[in-house]
């Protein structure tokens, strides 16, 4: 269902907030140098990112009951997520959202789309090891490509081994 003006205010107030807590959060974690990917690529709307919405969040709002339900019930109203998993090992929720429309691959709220939809898919970026959707246009880069590439250029591979490394480390750049 389109968002109607009471749920665009919130979401922009939230949004703003969402904004200023993230841009803190990545310029601490660049300055300890824990972001080891860049974004490579662009988005070609395939659509993957808002089949199944996922949020991780702290442990501490994932097992106490009234934080989590208004968690839940926030992301129900507000962002139109309804819950269908979760992940009790890492404490992710993954959602259906009632703005996707799978047919047309779009979102019918999508000057109101919520920080984390803008966002996506820089997040995965943070993780050790970034896993894309497989029909995503976006990739990770490792900040150390040119390096990995330089010492892999002297070996002896296949383009078959050559393309598989490249893969495998992240470390394709020619964008
Ligand atoms: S709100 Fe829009 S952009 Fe975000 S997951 Fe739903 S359909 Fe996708
Ligand atoms: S999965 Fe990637 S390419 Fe597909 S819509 Fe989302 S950001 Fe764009």
Known sequence: MRDDWLRRSVKMLTRWQFTVDLAVTRLFRRSRGNIPYRLAG????????????????????????????????????????TLIEEDRGDHTFVFHCTHYDPEAK??????????????????????????????????????????????LASLDLTPEQREKLDKGLNIRDDD
């Open 42 to 81: 662009s988005c070609n709307r395939c659509g993957a990112c808002c089949e199944t919405p996922a949020i991780q969040v702290h442990r501490l709002l994932y097992h106490s009951d009234i934080f989590r339900r208004t968690f839940l019930r926030w992301q129900n109203v507000v962002n139109g997520f």
């Open 106 to 151: 779009g979102c019918d709220s999508y000057s109101s789309r919520p920080g984390m939809c803008r966002d996506y898919p820089k997040f995965l970026l943070e993780a050790a090891n970034p896993v894309f959707p497989d029909t995503c246009g976006f990739r990770p880069v490792s900040r150390n490509a040119k390096r990995l590439r330089d010492a």
